[in-house]
């Protein structure tokens, strides 16, 4: 199992940016996926998961980023829009798997002016 994430980068305050999570090894459509992200001096919070039925957003995010998955291209993306400086953080995928933890490498997202 890998998870892949890219995407991340430097943007203004109110910009946009999309992640994306290649997964491997795994059917995607079959399994929760999460974004997770940790700011500076922060515990890692989910942002946002794509489950088998329903989607979650963190209060902090709701109606600025939206989840989806493209089953076909084995990718679950996150379309951040409105961005925030406090939105600045390491953002990671995950997925729990036959009940181990995967994480992909992480994808830096800056939000300054």
């Known amino acids: 199992v890998q998870l892949q994430a890219s995407g991340g980068g430097v943007v203004q305050p109110g910009g946009s940016l999309r992640l994306s999570c290649v997964a491997s090894?795994?059917?995607?459509?079959?399994?929760?996926i999460h974004w997770l992200r940790q700011a500076p001096g922060k515990e890692s919070e989910v942002v946002s998961c794509?489950?088998?039925?329903?989607?979650y957003y963190d209060d902090s995010v709701k109606g600025r980023f939206t989840i989806f998955r493209d089953n076909v291209r084995r990718t679950v993306a996150l379309q951040m829009h409105s961005l925030k400086p406090e939105d600045t953080a390491i953002y990671y995928c995950?997925?729990?798997?036959?009940?181990?933890?995967?994480w992909g490498q992480g994808t830096l997202v800056t939000v300054s002016s």
């Open positions: 995950h997925v729990l798997f036959r009940s181990r933890n995967y």
């Open positions: 090894g795994f059917t995607v459509s079959n399994y929760a």
């Open positions: 794509i489950g088998t039925v329903r989607t």
